[in-house]
């Protein structure tokens, strides 16, 4: 019975009143709109609890991007300590060589040029005298200068280890750092100081080459708050600094990262200092705008939201798809199958197939119910049958009664005879039987079976039985 189903039709027959009337339908939602509706819940639910982490997730990576970013401040503040050191100890050793401090300025400033040539990292070497006149210069350059205006120089007078100060070297036209490292005697009287100029130019553009954002920027910071060296990234021009810079540099507070000008153009700032040299007063900074910082953060997700909602929408499809095939089709088939029913069509298809599960052996009772209702009905008919025929037949003769003939002979002339003749009848009541009289069909000193002019006797028996009226 439950084999095919109209796709058109989304509502099942609705109930019968008696009398065959159809209640009317129940408007509201569709099975195929709950499914659907069903399906999205499934679908949405577990998008927005996705959602909410990769919010969560995006919120931990800028914070972890700036951790990243005091990271590389750090990193770059201790390989410039290291180099620092490694210049102290190489002073350190050049102090303690007798040519360096001996009067031949030829020979110094050759001895001096064989180190440049093995230490490629310095853009020079020389000696100062202690009233402050260059005496030897691995350049060779020949040139009398006075150093004794240097804020190095004074101060390496009256320090005992190195002293680092970032300048331009009035030699070579670069920015350098330079560490004074002052040779004293045994008394402890000044003799000489060396000074080697640390090549922050290379170091500082190298640096900025290996940094992550193109808009990225290196930068020295003095203890003055002023900028000694400014190295932007590839393609990038200096730096123009406001005032909201120069106090986050400045500030004592133990915070090391901070956005500044807030807007289109705000920078994310990272500051550090030498964790080995703080004499040095030395910060270094990095900057970065905030939607460099971001974008490669928001792009990821982006990616990751998209494939959130694709799989959000596949899983709306199978889930609708599912539920259309699995539920509403079975479903629209059992609703048809119970219209049917109720029309009174018992039939079984041949091809009848169930799914599986729980509809299947629903449609299963369904179909066992409308056999039994088949047979039942089969049965009522048979019974009214027998009970018609022995209304009309005589059980001992065979024959028509009294009641089938007059009921053949009513149809014979006419309905409106036949109800008249019954009603005076009724009316009168059964005429007595004559002396010698024989009611037809009947034997005597036996009733004749009762009948009456509405009978609901079906077309098919009294055609049957018309032959048996006119013999």
């Known amino acids: ?72 401040t750090d990193i770059i503040a201790g390989e410039l300590d290291d180099r620092i050191a490694g210049t102290a100890q190489l002073l350190f050793g050049l102090g303690r060589v007798g040519v360096v401090g001996s009067d031949d300025e030829v020979a110094c400033s050759a001895f001096l040029a064989d180190v ?59 920015g350098v750092l330079q560490i004074a490292y002052p040779v004293r005697a045994a008394d402890g009287a000044l003799r000489y100081i060396l000074l080697a100029s640390l090549d922050m130019d290379t170091y500082g553009r190298a640096v900025a080459k290996a940094l992550p954002y193109a808009r990225m920027h290196f930068q020295v910071w003095n203890h003055d708050g002023s900028i000694v060296m400014d190295f932007p990234g590839a393609q990038q021009a200096a730096m123009d600094i406001g005032p909201a810079p120069r106090r986050f540099m400045l500030a004592a507070s133990p915070g090391r990262t901070e956005t500044l000008d807030p807007g289109s153009g705000a920078r994310i700032w990272a500051r550090s200092a030498l964790p080995r040299t703080p004499a040095a007063d030395l910060h270094l900074a990095l900057s970065v705008p905030e939607a460099d910082l971001n974008e490669r953060i928001d792009s990821q997700f982006r990616r990751a939201l998209g494939a959130l909602v694709a799989l959000a929408v596949l899983i709306f499809a199978s889930a609708a798809v ?69 209304a009309c037949i005589d059980a001992l003769t065979g024959l028509a009664n009294r009641h089938m003939l007059t009921d ?64």
């Open 1 to 72: 019975m439950i084999t095919s189903w109209n796709p058109g039709h989304d509502q099942g027959g609705g109930a019968r009143h008696e009398g065959g009337s159809i209640l009317p339908r129940r408007s509201g939602v569709s099975l195929r709109t709950r499914i659907l509706l069903l399906a999205l819940a499934a679908s949405v639910l577990p998008v927005l609890a996705m959602l909410w982490l990769l919010l969560e997730n995006r919120s931990a990576t800028v914070a972890q991007a700036r951790e990243q970013l005091i990271a590389r």
């Open 116 to 174: 440049l040539k093995e230490h490629p990292q310095y853009t020079g070497i020389l000696t100062i005298l202690p009233d402050g006149r260059l005496h030897c210069d691995s350049l060779r350059s020949g040139r009398t200068l006075q150093l004794d205006d240097r804020g190095y120089f004074q101060r390496a007078l009256s320090s005992d280890g190195p002293v680092v100060e970032p300048v331009i070297g009035r030699l070579t036209g670069k």
């Open 408 to 471: 053949r002979l009513g149809h014979a002339l006419g309905p409106r005879a036949t109800c008249e003749s019954r009603s005076g009848r009724a009316d009168a009541g059964p005429r007595p039987v004559q002396d010698g009289e024989r009611q037809p069909g009947a034997q005597p000193g036996r009733p004749a079976a009762a009948g009456s002019c509405g009978s609901s006797e079906p077309v098919r028996a009294r055609g049957r039985y018309r032959g048996a009226a006119g013999r």
């Open 322 to 390: 599912l539920g259309e095939f699995a539920v509403r089709r079975q479903t629209m088939r059992l609703m048809q199958a119970i219209s049917r029913v109720d029309a009174g069509d018992y039939s079984l298809p041949g091809d009848a197939q169930y799914p599986r599960g729980e509809l299947g052996e629903v449609m299963q009772a369904l179909d066992r119910m409308a056999c039994s209702l088949d047979q039942q009905r089969q049965q009522i008919a048979r019974n009214n049958e027998a009970l018609e025929r022995q």
